[in-house]
């Protein structure tokens, strides 16, 4: 998408228009889902912070001028209600487990979303936007608060943990 079509889109989106907010969005659901899925307890999780997602940047999408800063701020929010959400599993006790309903394990017997279910909270948000949203690591930085140092310890152990090469 060029600059004009976002600016087009954006502009159309600020007036309420859903069909150009969606194609806006087009840009960036796959990997709002990967983070939001391999991150969170279950898949119910994470189409919530979505949808909290999607309903702010349509609400805010007027401020944002440029694709990267539609970008940025859907990422940041969306790792923002993550977070809540992790809060929210600690004061409740939640487990962090796998849905063996949805779940198949792969070729290799592998499940990964179990996998990912054995990192520490951060460790998994970093994880799944490395390597399901295939982000870079300044980008994690940005859309997480956390240092680049910081994103590439935490994914470093990550990658280690779950014996995947970077």
């Keep these: 998408m ?14 309420g228009d859903m ?12 990997e709002m889902y990967y983070a939001a899925y391999y991150s969170l307890a279950n898949d119910g999780d994470a189409v919530r912070v979505i949808t909290e997602t999607v ?8 401020r944002l001028h440029t694709e990267q800063s539609f970008r940025l701020y ?11 959400c992790f809060r929210d ?18 070729a290799d017997g592998v499940d990964i979303k179990q996998e990912f279910n054995r990192l520490s909270d951060t460790e998994r948000l ?3 936007l490395y390597v399901g949203g295939r982000f870079r ?17 935490k994914l470093d152990r990550a990658l280690a943990s779950l014996e995947l090469d970077q």
């Design 89 to 106: 599993y600690t004061e409740d006790g939640t487990v962090i487990s796998y849905d063996a309903f949805r779940l198949h394990p792969n």
């Design 55 to 62: 309903r702010e940047g349509f609400g805010n999408i007027g």
């Design 126 to 128: 970093v994880a799944s």
């Design 19 to 30: 069909k150009s907010f969606s194609r806006l969005y087009e840009t960036i659901y796959r």
């Design 137 to 153: 690591c300044e980008e994690i930085a940005q859309f997480t608060g956390l240092s680049s140092a910081n994103v590439k310890r």
């Design 2 to 15: 060029d600059k004009q079509e976002y600016k087009e889109l954006a502009a159309m989106s600020a007036n």
């Design 74 to 84: 859907m990422m940041k929010t969306l790792c923002t209600k993550i977070r809540s």
